[in-house]
């Protein structure tokens, strides 16, 4: 695969990332290759390399691990690790499909970093944005050295709006990405290339699905009572990948709520009906308890109807009904955060009886990129 990819590096001109008519020119300036998957390949002996071993990760399907490389709605920027400040854009070159699915994308992206230094040798630090609907900050608004990496990930473009819509993910209505890290000192061999390693990006929704595995009840609907009409593309404050993967299934991954101020919330929002008895929905993060960890006032919950039932709805918190984390008591309530997946399974004894819920809170399966670069270094 590496022996075709550096074929092609003399056959490429180059093309600017943000870009609607590029205009090709000689490419004379160091090469960059990264490698791609968008998704994984689950096996035994894979398990053992992810970010945390412990617990089950839910991988995504889909459109959940989808980027948008026919669009070319994504970023890479370089940034400076000693004071996280802007210092160049990487410029893609050629994009090869390796091979492709709904579950699973892997992509040769060749290209080039537009910095004023070369990189080997350097410790550097990479920033991908990805499925942003081509809102990301414009050229003209960062300056080497100047803009930071807050700035880039607090800009009025990481702020999206959502509607019910966005919950139909596709090639159209992707799910915001976001993913950086630090690497050390750049070594090459002796083809100047090297191979950095994995680059775990976050989804900006949250996963929610409920299911009634028993065929003795027919679910009608299925209701989010609140959910917020605005997100946050980035997770505010995180600097390195070492802020969202620590190595711990239970704190995996971010522990703060990125919400755009004065975000209003609306209500009643209807599940995707996937098949009898099976809802879903995707949603931007929400608070639903206070700075103290209590259930807040106006946080959201579930509510399910069922044909021919004595009650007209019956609700589903968002609160560990079992198992919680260590150090958390039953009961207690959490907040909807973004790359999580909140699975609810639900029965009742009778038609008399209150529900019965079970709630899993999984990380999902981050979406990978596996870095390799080539450079020349004369």
């Not at 819920?357 to 450079?375: C, Q, T």
Request: glycine share 6%.
């Amino acid at each position: 695969m590496l022996a075709a990819l550096m074929c092609n590096i003399g056959l490429l001109t180059a093309c600017s990332s943000g870009g609607d008519n590029p205009t090709p020119e000689v490419v004379s300036v160091a090469e960059v290759s990264f490698m791609i998957e968008v998704g994984e390949s689950f096996n035994s002996d894979e398990r053992t390399t992810r970010a945390t071993p412990e617990g089950d990760y839910d991988r995504g399907d889909g459109f959940e691990n989808y980027i948008d490389i026919p669009g070319r709605d994504f970023r890479f920027y370089l940034i400076n690790p000693t004071d996280d400040t802007f210092a160049g854009m990487f410029d893609v070159t050629s994009i090869l499909p390796v091979k492709s699915s709904q579950s699973s994308k892997t992509y040769q992206i060749l290209g080039r970093f537009n910095a004023n230094e070369n990189i080997q040798a350097k410790n550097i630090k990479i920033l991908v944005l990805a499925n942003w609907r081509h809102n990301y900050p414009s050229a003209e608004s960062l300056t080497a050295g100047v803009t930071s990496l807050s700035d880039i990930i607090s800009s009025a473009e990481a702020v999206y709006d959502f509607i019910s819509a966005d919950m139909e993910l596709s090639e159209n209505r992707p799910i915001p990405l976001f993913g950086v890290k630090s690497f050390p000192a750049v070594e090459y061999d002796a083809s100047n290339f090297a191979i950095l390693g994995r680059i775990h990006l976050l989804r900006a929704y949250a996963k929610i699905e409920v299911e009634c595995p028993s065929d003795k009840w027919l679910m009608t609907s299925c209701v989010l009572s609140r959910y917020n009409t605005r997100g946050m593309r980035a997770p505010i404050g995180v600097k390195d990948e070492a802020d969202y993967v620590k190595n711990d299934y239970d704190n995996d991954y971010v522990d703060r709520l990125s919400i755009p101020v004065n975000t209003p919330a609306a209500e009643n929002l209807p599940f995707r009906r996937i098949d009898q008895n099976h809802y879903l929905a995707y949603i931007p993060e929400y608070a639903n308890t206070t700075a103290t960890g209590e259930l807040a006032v106006d946080h959201s919950f579930i509510s399910v109807s069922f044909k021919n039932s004595n009650f007209d709805r019956q609700f589903i918190d968002f609160k560990y009904y079992q198992n919680p984390p260590e150090g958390v008591a039953v009961n207690s309530p959490f907040d909807i955060c973004r790359n999580y997946y909140y699975k609810f399974t639900i029965d009742k004894k009778d038609e008399n009886s209150d529900l019965t819920v079970i709630v899993d809170v999984v990380p999902y399966g981050e979406v990978k990129l596996d870095p390799i670069f080539g450079i020349d270094p004369k």
